[in-house]
């Protein structure tokens, strides 16, 4: 049923730039005139959008890795610039009012890579995304050719569509080329361990990092953009992995004649960062002319997408506009190729497909009315769900889906995008004016309003709208908000409102404010004539506030002030100038007048700045104002208490991981009592810091993330008595007030790390981990429930429970059908189907020396036993259960060791570790330096001897190695001495000396005796 009904873009070789620009194809005049704010962007991967030639689908064709394979989400699979350039010909863009298009980098890429893990494992992963650079200046034939790429903007132009290119000047492809020819272009781990700023000088996910800062590299990186720019007459640049590339390279790229200069090519740069301040550097300090808005991002992810979000969030990112010089400049998005698409951020919350449909639409209208050039990912058309990168989900749940242009048929939103794209093109308040809040939460009902208004144009175009949101599941009659409607201030001269997409409404002005009702999950924009309302206007007989002080904090001020009692005074306005720059106002809306606090952000650090606050009366008049100066800093510092009750998860550890800086930051805590963690950080004062919980522990749900499905932790450093506390996994959801707690036992023993889950309630969140005395604390709501505990190599047990509940305890029985006695007694393996022995003294002497290995499988199980010596050292045994895998072991996070995996290893998949006679540890490789830990009650173990003479025995099920079971290629296995991080190994099994034999190795000392790893055995 529909909600609504609609109503009715020196030298010689001076000299070839200016040759290759005599032949780019002219612009139309309506694209060449428009300015970048007025532009609607949308986001075409070109390997998925559509294939227009079949012919080019192989590429190069250099190996199977080239092949189109519609199947594998990782490979090729055909989009190309012809099919770009059809839709543009049949109308499709401008149908949607799209007036620019960006394209995914179209460079050569490297040849297809193996997945090394995942649910792709084992594929060919190619660079059809084209952030893979082989060569810089070679269009990659899976698109097409360079004159075909050349049509494409040509055709873009002929209708008016301007054309963004996608580049890339952080790094290249894999094993490119340049780094055989020019190794010493590219930062090494040396330097990156060295570098005191690792977000330039280190790589990203193992990719070659260039070295801007090299004068030659300089050259090379901005001669391919030039390349670029004037072979082929592209109107815009979106720069990827912004942050990374160091600020220096910036300014001389943006500077006047340089290759990004904005008088010739119109730039916006990926800054993965949420915080408003750090973006606006990159376009006030470095020069971009625009960059992504992920701190709206953000916000709208956590906050839009649920009924539980928080709007004053929203208004928050809003509020901290005057960090930029210029707002409207910033690109606004709701999701892309990068992050989970908006609409799976719904359902994973909980959200219908219906609703998710609905709330994308509330979050790109909230966008489009919005300041900013609004950015559009393929597929939102038709609302396109999308988990996450597809590396990480089987084929048909990634986020880089084949665009289905069928699935046009069952969707309105290409028509609303429509309409959101006429209505910015009509009133031009929504891409020139100034967004001043009108109304928020503050802890109330889900609506959020702003007005856009605009000077000096005339005429409909130049009429104000104000948009109100409805982030909630029900409808608010905006009546009975308190003061009875949304106040407009004067913003309107009459009552009789149109909605500015043609939807039908029942909003009007009573009284000076709006009210009529705005429908769940949706958003209005109306508007009529301007009004005669706005600021400035004095009222000498208002009285000034008192007592007015200020607090600077980081890129924020706290204001405090005795509140007025004077009943001509309805509210307060702030003022703000920051050094030589223009007095600017900050709350259209005035401030509660029994309000004596307001902490205004998005100030620039270390600027001088003057702060007048003025009373206002009910007309909107103002008084002249009391002023106030201080200095922002991000040297004034507050400590935070941070505490959580994280009681349902066991033995932890627990830290605290922020998200505000751009990187994951982890800071460990202090378990204080039973379940209970404390942290004290030095914070910014009035930084928001954006954060979650997480558990380091083997067996932690959600990869060590609490809160499934909800959004960070906010909390603003400097307020509610310098502490923050919650309970672990309710970031938004309610805490349920009742516990049900017992103990875990394993075949009569205490059993630590055992999972227990209240199966009838919501095993996500109500669930808990047993402390090593086997004891668990289970959050759940108050009631009857089904308790099941597991454990690996033990039997599932269930029990009723009635919340709250104390003695529900849980005994699990042990799994017997394992085929050895995991005892640590050897006795019992008379016939395994691998025996290695290796009596022979290593390089580390008689202490530190593998003596056997004995492997076994069965349809359940593989079985490990060895025997070794070992004084100061550690024993890692290394596993290969199939393709992919890492082929070092140098920069594991954990266990890191000189070891190299080639010729009969197809690389590491898992390993065991153990360190003299403590603990085994069972990890799995999850990427070149991810090595998570594998829950200890998820498989068996024991050890017996006396240092230095040792025995491992393990039982370990296929599926605690993420097997369905034994792999049909059998596991490859190989181990040694090894000494500590970085350094390699003093006796290997097996080698040259074994029983059999292994043509494996150990380096020199001088080679940090590192291992070679081409000859395992392997247990069929």
Not at 347 to 366: N, V
Not at 400 to 427: N, P, W
Request: aromatic share 10%; net charge negative.
């Amino acid at each position: 049923m529909n909600r609504f009904q609609m109503l009715g873009r020196a030298g010689a070789l001076t000299a070839l730039t200016l040759s290759l620009a005599a032949c780019v194809p002219p612009r139309t005049p309506d694209a060449a005139e428009r300015a970048w704010p007025d532009e609607v962007i949308y986001f075409a991967m070109t390997d998925r959008f559509a294939n227009g030639n079949p012919a080019n689908d192989n590429g190069p064709n250099r190996n199977a890795g080239d092949r189109t394979d519609r199947t594998n989400p990782l490979a090729w699979h055909g989009g190309d610039f012809a099919g770009l350039k059809a839709k543009i010909e049949e109308g499709y863009f401008k149908r949607m009012g799209f007036t620019a298009i960006w394209v995914s980098p179209v460079v050569l890429q490297v040849p297809a890579i193996n997945t090394g893990s995942g649910p792709n494992q084992g594929k060919p992963f190619a660079g059809y995304h084209g952030y893979w650079a082989e060569e810089f200046k070679k269009v990659d034939p899976h698109f097409g050719t360079l004159e075909e790429y050349k049509a494409l903007i040509d055709t873009a132009h002929r209708n008016g569509l301007k054309i963004i290119q996608d580049i890339v000047v952080n790094h290249a492809g894999y094993d490119a080329a340049l780094t055989k020819t020019n190794p010493e272009w590219f930062n090494t781990a040396a330097d990156c361990a060295a570098s005191s700023n690792k977000t330039t000088d280190c790589d990203l996910a193992g990719l070659p990092d260039f070295k801007q800062a090299l004068p030659a590299v300089t050259a090379y990186l901005n001669d391919f953009v030039r390349y670029w720019r004037d072979t082929t007459g592209i109107d815009g640049l979106r720069i990827d992995t912004m942050k990374h590339v160091p600020d220096a390279y910036w300014k001389q790229f943006f500077a006047a004649g340089g290759a990004g200069d904005p008088a010739k090519v119109w730039s916006v740069g990926e800054v993965f960062d949420g915080n408003p301040a750090y973006l606006a550097r990159f376009m006030d300090e470095l020069g971009s002319p625009s960059v992504f808005d992920f701190a709206l991002y953000f916000a709208m992810k956590d906050h839009l997408t649920g009924a539980g979000g928080n709007l004053d969030r929203v208004a928050d990112v809003f509020a901290q506009d005057g960090a930029y010089r210029d707002p409207t400049r910033l690109t606004t998005f709701v999701d892309n190729h990068d992050v989970r698409r908006f609409v799976s951020e719904v359902t994973e919350r909980g959200g219908s497909a219906a609703q998710a449909a609905e709330r994308l639409d509330l979050a790109l209208s909230t966008m489009y009315f919005s300041r900013g050039t609004p950015s559009v990912w393929q597929g939102t058309e038709y609302a396109q769900a999308g988990k996450g990168d597809p590396y990480d989900y089987p084929l048909g749940q990634g986020n880089r889906e084949d665009m289905d242009f069928a699935k046009l048929a069952g969707s309105t939103l290409d028509e609303r995008l429509g309409a959101l794209a006429s209505a910015r093109a009509t009133y031009r308040a929504l891409t020139r004016g100034a967004q001043q809040e009108l109304w928020r939460p503050n802890g109330g009902a889900p609506v959020l309003a702003y007005r856009r208004v605009l000077s000096g144009v005339t005429g409909q175009s130049g009429q104000p709208v104000v948009f109100v949101v409805n982030g909630g599941d029900t409808p608010v009659d905006l009546s009975s908000l308190s003061g009875g409607g949304i106040p407009l201030l004067g913003t309107f001269a009459g009552t009789a409102l149109t909605e500015v997409t043609g939807r039908t409404h029942s909003l009007s002005v009573s009284g000076g404010k709006l009210v009529g009702s705005v429908p769940a999950r949706s958003v209005l924009a109306v508007t009529a004539p301007a009004g005669a309302g706005g600021s400035g206007t004095v009222n000498p007989s208002l009285p000034e506030v008192v007592a007015l002080s200020v607090n600077a904090g980081d890129s924020a001020a706290q204001l405090s002030w005795t509140p007025s009692t004077d009943p001509k005074v309805s509210g307060y306005r702030l003022y703000v100038k920051q050094g030589a720059g223009a007095e600017r106002l900050v709350n259209f809306a005035p401030i509660a007048r029994d309000q004596g606090t307001f902490l205004v952000r998005g100030l620039t650090n270390d600027a001088g700045t003057t702060f007048r606050l003025v009373t206002v009366d009910a007309s909107g008049a103002e008084s002249r104002g009391s002023s106030v100066t201080a200095t922002p800093s991000s040297k004034n510092t507050v400590k935070v208490t941070f505490t959580v009750d994280a009681r349902s998860q066991g033995n932890g550890p627990i830290e605290l991981r922020r998200f505000d800086t751009g990187q994951q930051l982890e800071v460990p805590m202090t378990q204080t009592g039973r379940g209970l963690w404390k942290t004290e950080v030095e914070l910014p004062l009035f930084r928001e810091i954006k954060f979650k919980f997480g558990n380091d522990g083997p067996g932690a749900r959600n990869s060590g993330y609490e809160g499934p499905g909800q959004g960070d932790r906010v909390y603003v450093a400097g307020t509610n008595g310098n502490a923050y506390s919650g309970t672990y996994d309710f970031t938004e959801k309610p805490v349920p007030a009742a516990t049900i707690e017992g103990r875990v036992t394993g075949a009569g023993q205490p059993l630590g790390g055992a999972l227990v889950e209240a199966t009838t309630a919501d095993p996500s969140l109500n669930y808990a981990l047993s402390f090593n005395d086997g004891t668990y604390s289970l959050f759940a709501p108050a009631g009857a429930h089904t308790l099941k505990a597991s454990a690996g190599g033990y039997q599932d047990a269930t029990r009723t429970a009635t919340a709250p509940q104390t003695g529900a305890d849980l005994n699990l029985s042990r799994d017997t059908r394992t085929k050895y006695t995991i005892d640590g007694n050897l006795s019992d393996w008379t016939a395994p189907k691998v025996t290695v022995q290796s009596p022979g003294v290593g390089v580390f002497g008689a202490d530190n020396n593998w003596l056997s290995l004995r492997a076994d499988s069965d349809a359940q199980y593989l079985y490990l036993a060895y025997t070794y010596r070992v004084s100061g050292n550690s024993a890692v045994l290394y596993l290969d259960t199939g393709a992919g895998g890492a082929a070092q072991a140098d920069s594991f996070e954990a266990w890191r060791r000189a070891a190299t995996f080639s010729g009969g290893v197809n690389g590491v998949d898992a390993f065991v570790a153990r360190y003299e006679n403590q603990r085994a540890e069972l990890r799995r490789v999850a990427s070149a330096t991810s090595t998570p830990e594998v829950n200890a009650a998820d498989y068996f173990q024991a050890a017996s001897g006396t240092l230095p003479e040792q025995t491992v025995e393990l039982a370990i099920p296929w599926t605690a190695l993420g097997l369905s079971g034994a792999p049909a290629g059998g596991v490859k296995v190989m181990g040694g001495i090894f000494g500590g991080d970085g350094y390699g190994a003093g006796d290997i099994i097996p080698d040259a000396g074994s029983t059999p034999p292994g043509a494996n190795t150990i380096g020199t000392d001088g080679e940090q005796r590192r291992a070679t790893f081409t000859a395992p055995v392997t247990v069929p």
